[in-house]
């Protein structure tokens, strides 16, 4: 049982980027999903978030209107689109299980993260 996150890199300030969560060993759809990021030295925070069943969401202010997540079910993956991206965005971004309300991002288990760089 695992979660697999990917699809992070190096890319320009106003770029784009679409990170991938995916399960193995059971139905992502069964739970809601969260992204979370960290810089070193900060404690991790809540980026964004899906609900198991009927695909509700919840953004962070600092993702509003720039990052859209969504699940493909039968990829058994959750996505994390980042458009507009800026320096600030720069971190290890982790995917996890979530317990509870999805606006609580509380996080059951937590996969491996990738690591996002934005810079010029």
């Known amino acids: 049982v695992q979660l697999q996150a990917s699809g992070g890199g190096l890319v320009q300030p106003g770029g784009s980027l679409r990170l991938s969560c995916k399960a193995s060993?059971?139905?992502?759809?069964?739970?809601?999903i969260g992204w979370f990021r960290q810089v070193p030295g900060k404690e991790r925070e809540g980026v964004s978030s899906?609900?198991?069943?009927?695909?509700?969401?919840y953004y962070a202010d600092s993702a509003k209107g720039r990052f859209t997540i969504s699940r493909d079910n039968g990829e058994n993956t959750v996505y994390l689109q980042m458009n507009s991206l800026k320096p600030e965005d720069t971190a290890v971004y982790y995917c996890?299980?979530?317990?509870?309300?999805?606006?609580?991002?509380?996080?059951?288990?937590w996969g491996q993260g990738t690591q996002v760089t934005v810079s010029s």
């Open positions: 996890a299980t979530l317990r509870g309300a999805i606006a609580t991002m509380r996080a059951g288990f």
């Open positions: 060993g059971f139905a992502i759809s069964t739970y809601g």
């Open positions: 899906i609900s198991a069943s009927v695909g509700n969401t």
